[in-house]
């Protein structure tokens, strides 16, 4: 698979993969369910559609198993979620879903988020020292535009030129747009206007 520079560079198709979840309820252990959606730079190719849990610890693995199970899995470039984790705080390790897929992932958040209020709200977990290194190991949080992203597997410049490349039109790559527009109207019988 060509890498993202040398894709970039040639002005091709950036396929990527972006995970959103959907309205979920409130209550720690239930159900969330997780729109991925498959755009080739910001042209729509395919759906995926799996489940985590509020509040758990088993989000990077159901993103990995999600792809690496799906007809799409060869063919993505990059990987794009919407902020650091699922359903809460069901925290994304980084750095193990980049090695795991072998693909450049990013983490694309709307605002600077409030690393002081997060910390404080994760006490509440027994796994406490758990979560907080996950939040540590994703990296730098860096600004780009009206966004900021966190990146594992490219450099931060690489990352920037992809986020271009992937929105279509408001602020946010098509591929979130679109997980968080489906993921919506899925779980509530129609799309919200936040994406």
Same mark, same amino acid.
């Given at each position: 698979?060509?890498?993202?520079?040398?894709?970039?560079?040639?002005? *091709?198709?950036?396929?990527?993969?972006?995970?959103?979840?959907?309205?979920?309820?409130? /209550?720690?252990?239930?159900?969330?369910?997780?729109? #991925?959606?498959?755009?080739?730079?910001?042209?729509?190719?395919? &759906?995926?559609? =799996? /489940? @985590?849990?509020?509040? #758990?610890?088993? $989000?990077?693995?159901?993103?990995?198993?999600?792809?690496?199970?799906? *007809?799409?899995?060869?063919?993505? !470039?990059?990987?794009?979620?919407? #902020?650091?984790?699922?359903?809460?705080?069901?925290?994304?390790?980084?750095?193990?879903?980049?090695?795991?897929?072998?693909?450049?992932?990013? $983490?694309? &958040?709307?605002?600077?988020?409030?690393? /002081?209020?997060?910390? %404080?709200?994760? !006490?509440?977990?027994?796994?406490?020292?758990?979560? %907080?290194?996950?939040?540590?190991?994703?990296? %730098?949080?860096?600004? !780009?535009?009206?966004?900021?992203?966190?990146? $594992? =597997?490219?450099?931060? &410049?690489? @990352?920037?030129?992809?986020?271009? %490349?992937?929105?279509?039109?408001?602020?946010?790559?098509?591929?979130?747009?679109?997980?968080?527009?489906? =993921? @919506?109207?899925?779980?509530?019988?129609?799309?919200?206007?936040?994406?």
């Amino acid at each position: 698979m060509r890498p993202l520079e040398e894709l970039l560079r040639l002005s *091709k198709n950036i396929r990527a993969i972006g995970f959103d979840d959907a309205p979920f309820q409130k /209550e720690r252990g239930s159900s969330v369910n997780i729109s #991925g959606i498959i755009c080739a730079n910001t042209h729509f190719e395919g &759906m995926l559609w =799996g /489940e @985590a849990t509020k509040d #758990g610890v088993d $989000a990077t693995h159901v993103l990995i198993n999600m792809l690496k199970n799906s *007809k799409f899995y060869p063919q993505i !470039h990059v990987v794009l979620t919407d #902020g650091i984790a699922i359903g809460g705080f069901n925290i994304i390790d980084l750095p193990l879903l980049s090695a795991d897929l072998q693909r450049p992932c990013i $983490a694309i &958040m709307r605002k600077l988020p409030d690393l /002081e209020r997060i910390d %404080k709200a994760l !006490h509440v977990f027994s796994d406490y020292q758990e979560r %907080k290194k996950l939040l540590e190991d994703a990296g %730098k949080i860096y600004k !780009h535009d009206k966004l900021y992203f966190q990146v $594992a =597997g490219c450099s931060p &410049m690489t @990352a920037e030129k992809v986020i271009d %490349k992937l929105i279509a039109q408001g602020n946010v790559p098509e591929v979130l747009r679109l997980a968080h527009l489906i =993921g @919506a109207a899925v779980k509530t019988g129609q799309s919200t206007n936040r994406a």
